[in-house]
């Protein structure tokens, strides 16, 4: 696998392009890079004078590195090849640093709560942090059923903000139902961490925080899930920020397509796989503690 980091603008890269030996440009990945290079450019003339988005050099240059990163390992034989790759993008500034990955594969699946306790899972969604964002929630008893959904949409927020309103509503709802013995389920690690040492340290956050900290009482867990694991709030996040309205579902029946679908999944305990890759440590002894450590199936690179 290849790292990127684009470090020159691109009038500069193509310069360069140009200017480099013929047997570079003959190359098919090459070729296809320079004209994806160039629809990345086309889109974002457009952008700017049909729809008064501003166009900058540095966004376009990561959408072609992140493209770079994603079709390299589609290339034949890329290991003999990723040597004259690299050095036919160093001509052009795009610093292509050669580095070895593995891939770790786990599954996630949403758990029901134990029975007496109900289980809260939220999530925000931001269109461009910040951005259009939303949020949703589900609340479900120990046989996954549901006692309400909800939701919402926030105008324009970051995803943290949005997320953190999302608590607040699940929250405000539960209060309103008079529900105690909540398991609080969220993928953002951050608010996790935030509310199990009961601090908050962004001003952003203040006033929030302090409904968040009104209902405290009403949890008794904090679990931090992967987002594999929350798709039903993340779906139903997603069409808050469509909707553009705040709306609270009392059967399942009234909830979104998307989130119907998930529901039936986590319900019926089945799993969804997470797919991460990182770098591979330099030693091998390094690599082995990391993989005992990850506990998890590794597919090497």
């Keep these: 696998m290849l790292s990127y980091r684009p470090t020159r603008p691109p009038l500069e890269v193509f310069r360069r392009v140009f200017d480099s030996p013929t047997s570079v440009k003959v190359c098919p990945f090459i070729r296809i890079s320079i004209a994806y290079m160039l629809w990345e450019i086309w889109k974002g003339r457009n952008s700017s004078r049909y ?14 590195t992140q493209w770079l990163r994603s079709t390299h390992s589609l290339v034949p034989n890329k290991t003999k090849r990723s040597r004259s790759v690299c ?23 949403w758990t029901p709560p134990r029975a007496g306790q109900w289980k809260l899972n939220v999530d925000g969604a931001s269109q461009g942090n910040p951005g259009s964002s939303g949020g ?26 949005a997320e953190a309103m999302a608590i607040r509503d699940g929250l405000f709802l539960c209060e309103e139902q008079n ?73 399942w029946q009234d909830m979104p397509l998307e989130a119907r ?34 506990g998890v199936v590794t597919i090497g690179r």
């Design 87 to 109: 050095e036919a993008f160093g001509l052009w500034g795009l610093h292509i640093i050669p580095t070895q990955t593995w891939t770790t594969v786990r599954s996630v699946r």
């Design 51 to 64: 729809a008064g988005q501003v166009m900058r050099a540095t966004e376009i240059m990561r959408h072609v």
């Design 179 to 251: 529900i105690t013995n909540i398991v609080l389920e969220s993928d953002s690690k951050v608010l996790v961490d935030m509310l199990r040492a009961d601090s908050c340290p962004h001003w952003r956050l203040k006033n929030i925080w302090a409904d968040i900290m009104r209902c405290r009482g009403r949890i008794t867990t904090i679990t931090h899930q992967f987002r594999e694991g929350n798709q039903t709030a993340d779906a139903l996040a997603a069409h808050g920020v469509r909707s553009r309205r705040r709306t609270v579902f009392s059967f």
């Design 261 to 294: 679908g998930a529901h039936r999944l986590e319900r019926l305990g089945i799993p969804s796989l997470r797919i991460h890759c990182t770098p591979l440590p330099a030693s091998p002894r390094q690599w082995r503690i990391a993989w005992r450590r990850s």
């Design 136 to 161: 949703g929630g589900i609340l479900r008893d120990s046989t996954g059923c549901i006692l309400f959904a909800f939701s919402n949409f926030y105008n324009m927020q970051t995803n943290t903000v």
